[in-house]
């Protein structure tokens, strides 16, 4: 059988007609490993690692797609986690639009890369032009502004955090890091983001060599906001010790919470201090779409950066995120040429190489994602996603808040509710596994030291019916355990 499976696609209908058979029995696969609306089959770890670790590793002979396939079908299909489920709601990881998933087939099939324009030349340029698309929508200046595409939230954020130290000791100490390496007054560089923001702060602290110590954690207000006035005086207590801030991040929908700094008060304290002030809006980005909470984020506008994720709120399939910069030049810290791929010559001639502006080198067409979401759904289209999705957790909260059999200590600004059953800590924990081998996922997290469950609703098939079957479910069983 394996002798009849094309190596590569070509211009060959027997290829053609041989792989459109493949992608069909493909998606049947897909379609016949679930039956029911449960978002995992509950499978015992040992018994799925089991499963897994018989299936062999690199057999001498090839078996041919379909019986690859049947493997597949039979040990890892039924046990993967199927996104798409109402009844999934620990993360910010989003069911995938349809139209996302046929761009995915795209963007495989012909393979390109973002490096060189001679990679990718249609992917090229629409990546510039849903750049710029994306500077026009979030608010920055058109003429100054730029951005890349990057593989998450994670990188984007590192990316801004290495553009705002390069530009800072530029800008302070005459000292060039991309020539010269650290200054000597590296070790007093500070961040300053909020007790609850995303641990890729203390990962780039890290990676870029300040350590987790560099990461000055400000506290949050009783709705998780980053309290201003006490980021206001750290920055003077920090800088009458010696200490030098460069770079403060506002999280606009933290991970757990999905609460919104206060990036006006943040901006006046940064531009106080010379400091370079970045917008983490990996989830609250989603937003922009609704005209109804758009507003909540318009401060993004003031940011100098921003991290977009369309893997979360947007609904499109792992890893599609961006990065935005107000000054172009802050991306210039990427910029390397090498003879053999980014000639500065070409470029004189308008053939644009994105490896100029990226933390990768090989990298997917992933804005082809983003174009055809947009353009099959709308403003509008988005704009109800959003709104569902935000609905539901206000929705969500109303319901728990008034039932005594709950604590719900914030109210959601976003799409996220964190919550608990009376009962404590273990009842909590328990709660959750016994959902989890019914297949349904929720999150866990800690709120002032108590264990809490959490909902993450990016699902717009979810309506109040079935949040009212969960919440009904919750407290069977916690009566069940108590
Ligand atoms: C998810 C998230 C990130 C990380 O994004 P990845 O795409 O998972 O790398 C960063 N910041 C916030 C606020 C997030 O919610």
Not at 60 to 81: Q, S, T
Not at 352 to 366: A, E, H, P, Y
Not at 370 to 398: H, K, L
Not at 421 to 435: P, S
Request: charged fraction near 25%; include cysteine; aromatic fraction near 10%.
């Amino acid at each position: 059988m394996s002798a009849d499976d094309p190596l590569l696609l070509s211009e060959s209908k027997e290829v053609q007609e041989r792989f459109s058979e493949m992608i069909d029995e493909t998606l049947s696969a897909v379609f016949e490993s679930f039956s029911d609306d449960s978002a995992f089959s509950g499978i015992d770890p040992y018994e799925l690692r089991e499963k897994v670790n018989s299936l062999g590793f690199l057999p001498e002979k090839g078996k041919g797609f379909e019986a690859v396939l049947e493997d597949v079908k039979r040990d890892i299909l039924p046990h993967l986690l199927r996104t798409w489920s109402t009844k999934y709601m620990p993360h910010l990881h989003s069911p995938v639009l349809t139209e996302t998933i046929c761009s995915e087939l795209i963007i495989s099939c012909f393979n390109d890369s973002m490096d060189s324009w001679d990679q990718g030349p249609a992917a090229t340029e629409l990546e510039e032009s849903m750049v710029h698309g994306l500077v026009r929508l979030f608010g920055f200046p058109e003429e100054t502004s730029d951005g890349c595409f990057t593989s998450g939230g994670s990188q984007s954020n590192i990316s801004a955090i290495i553009a705002a130290r390069d530009w800072f000791c530029t800008e302070r100490f005459g000292w060039d890091v991309k020539m010269n390496g650290l200054p000597p007054e590296y070790s007093k560089l500070r961040i300053y983001t909020s007790e609850i923001s995303h641990f890729s702060m203390d990962k780039a602290s890290h990676i870029l060599g300040m350590g987790y110590a560099a990461v000055r954690k400000i506290p949050v207000d009783d709705r998780c906001r980053i309290d201003v006035d006490a980021f206001g005086r750290m920055l003077e207590e920090d800088v009458a010790a010696g200490l030098i801030p460069f770079c403060a991040v506002a999280t606009f929908g933290t991970t757990d919470f999905g609460s919104i700094d206060d990036a006006k008060g943040m901006r006046e304290l940064c531009d106080r201090y010379g400091m370079h002030l970045h917008a983490d809006a990996a989830y609250g980005s989603g937003l922009i779409m609704s005209e109804r909470y758009r507003e909540r984020i318009s401060a993004i506008a003031l940011c100098d950066s921003l991290t977009v994720d369309f893997h979360k709120m947007f609904l499109l399939p792992i890893s599609c995120s961006a990065i935005i910069v107000r000054d172009r030049e802050l991306l210039k810290c990427f910029e390397l040429h090498a003879d053999y791929l980014n000639r500065e010559e070409d470029e004189e001639d308008g053939y644009i190489n994105l490896v100029g502006k990226s933390m990768q080198t090989t990298r997917r067409f992933d804005a082809l994602k983003v174009y055809m979401a947009f353009q099959t759904r709308g403003s509008e289209g988005f704009g109800r996603i959003i709104d569902t999705a935000v609905g539901n957790a206000s929705y969500f909260y109303g319901r728990i808040s008034e039932d005594p059999a709950f604590i719900a200590p914030v109210e959601p600004e976003m799409s996220s509710v964190v919550f608990a059953l009376e009962g404590g800590d273990d009842l909590n924990k328990r709660v959750r596994r016994q959902l989890l081998s019914e297949g349904t996922v929720i999150g866990q997290t800690v709120k002032d030291g108590r264990v809490m469950l959490k909902f993450t609703l990016l699902n717009p098939n979810l309506g109040p019916s079935q949040i009212d079957g969960i919440i009904a479910r919750i407290k069977e069983i916690g009566a069940g355990l108590s």
